[in-house]
């Protein structure tokens, strides 16, 4: 699939990051609440931001007054508060990491790459997550290196919360996009980044509030299930069902809430999970195609689902 075209002083994601929704997003943006474009809405809440392709997307055509993006994931948050407030100081060390890998031969990249992880790894006993300091964009900049660098493009951690992605064989891995990074932290401006649980996002929605929700898929099987990993906890269907249950707790408020998640009738067309989960809402079937199983013969067309509490308008 070719990549959608970016126009001038356009930010978009500076992560590759797994189950990003670039693919989806054109049939996101047709099911976008009304009051995006009269202006009734004036704040946007995307609770695991990811990669962050409707945020982007969403701002590139409409003005929002606020922004708060969240994510569990600690690694992530750090990527993007580093971007807001030091954009430079993150260009420039990923600029000596690029002219460092791209000098190398492609053993010397592998053994450069190993070494980046390691170190990156060894860190994390000893980086404070809870306030901002320098050792952030050195941080940052491993992230970003390793994201553009290792086997598919695949952030995943194991129990410990180390990172455990093979080496990627790219020939001119995208390690440095310093237009991007500034485009991003512009954008940022207006942005309230937050670390931590879905729920924490509860005391900035109210009925002026859209909120998208993009959590980690339920695996359609058990080989796909090793994608959720994007944190060390997990996301089991314990959290799927407490998710549902806040969506329905900002639908009372007067929110207007989006999800995406995986169909589990592709697999099993007797498992009403989700429809189960969110009944009395617009539940969408929209194809899609993304693998679900562990080779290439997994990849095709199925379909995702788009929930939202709100009726849809697709003209």
Not at 102 to 129: C, G, H, M, P, V
Not at 244 to 253: G, S, V
């Amino acid at each position: 699939m070719p990549r959608p075209k970016r126009t001038p002083g356009q930010a978009h994601p500076f992560l590759k990051w797994a189950g990003g929704k670039t693919q989806l997003l054109p049939e996101l943006i047709r099911r976008l609440p009304s009051g995006i474009a009269t202006g009734e809405i004036t704040t946007y809440v995307e609770p695991f931001i990811g990669g962050g392709a409707l945020f982007f997307a969403l701002h590139e055509h409409h003005t929002i007054g606020q922004s708060y993006l969240l994510d569990i994931n600690c690694e992530l948050i750090l990527c993007y508060s580093v971007i807001q407030k030091d954009a430079e100081a993150l260009i420039g060390q990923l600029e000596h990491l690029k002219s460092e890998y791209y000098t190398r031969d492609e053993e010397e990249r592998k053994a450069f790459y190993y070494d980046i992880r390691d170190r990156f790894n060894r860190q994390l006993s000893e980086i404070s997550f809870e306030g901002y300091n320098p050792d952030w964009i050195t941080r940052a900049a491993w992230v970003i290196f390793l994201n553009r660098t290792c086997f598919n493009g695949l952030f995943r951690v194991n129990q410990k919360g180390g990172f455990n992605v093979p080496f990627g064989k790219y020939k001119n891995p995208d390690i440095l996009n310093a237009e991007n990074l500034r485009n991003v932290q512009t954008l940022l401006r207006n942005t309230s980044i937050r670390q931590g649980d879905f729920s924490s996002c509860r005391d900035v929605v109210d009925e002026k509030t859209f909120v998208y929700f993009d959590p980690p898929y339920r695996p359609l099987n058990e080989k796909t299930a090793v994608f959720t990993s994007y944190a060390k906890d997990g996301f089991d269907e314990d959290d799927q069902i407490r998710l549902a249950d806040f969506f329905r707790e900002l639908d009372a408020k007067g929110a207007k809430v989006m999800l995406s998640n995986s169909d589990p009738k592709n697999t099993d067309p007797e498992d009403c999970f989700f429809d189960d989960l969110y009944s009395g809402f617009t539940i969408e079937r929209v194809p899609a195609t993304r693998m679900i199983n562990s080779n290439g013969a997994g990849r095709g067309a199925i379909n995702e689902l788009i929930i939202t509490n709100y009726p849809v308008s697709k003209n």
